[in-house]
């Protein structure tokens, strides 16, 4: 199954990418929204390599996934790719220059169901697939406009 859109945000891509790369920030909405996040790794800096343990419920069930960073390429991409029982997935974030003021984000999600409950949930969420993207769309743009009031509060 796969799940793609884009915005285009008015900030530059160095911006946006920081924006994208704040890894603390995500922890910490992850945290608030009532998941558990470990980040397992010894990195001392950003890059490839860094790998968290998460644990969160959905549909109704406890799932644990570890998600390992695996390309980071600043300001133009990053790929993370994610485990857990009977499923791998893997996103991908593409920034693009439209010019020096507009960046396009570009998110690609991927999942690979590898057992047979995994691909009944998998289908359940195909069937739901105009759903998901609408909300996948939605924070996207929130996002969008939180980076674009971040940029305008420091030029």
């Known amino acids: 199954m796969q799940l793609t859109t884009n915005e285009d945000i008015q900030a530059p891509i160095e911006h946006v990418f ?19 996040v470990a980040r397992v790794d010894t990195l001392t800096a950003p890059g490839i390599g860094m790998i968290w343990e998460t644990g969160f419920d959905f549909r109704g069930k406890r799932r644990q996934m570890r998600i390992e960073l695996t390309e980071y390429d600043a300001p133009n991409r990053l790929c993370a790719h994610s485990t857990m ?8 974030l593409d920034l693009v220059a439209l010019s020096r003021q507009h960046t396009r984000l570009s998110i690609d999600l991927q999942l690979a169901p590898q057992s047979l409950s995994s691909r009944l949930l998998v289908q359940s969420l195909k069937l739901a697939r105009g759903s998901l993207t609408k909300r996948l769309s939605k924070r996207l743009v929130a996002f969008a406009r939180e980076t674009e009031e971040s940029y305008q509060r420091i030029s």
Do not use: K, W, Y
């Open 18 to 36: 920081a924006a994208i790369a704040d890894f603390d920030g995500f922890t910490r909405q992850a945290l608030r929204r009532g998941a558990e």
């Open 85 to 92: 029982p009977g499923m791998t997935g893997t996103l991908v």
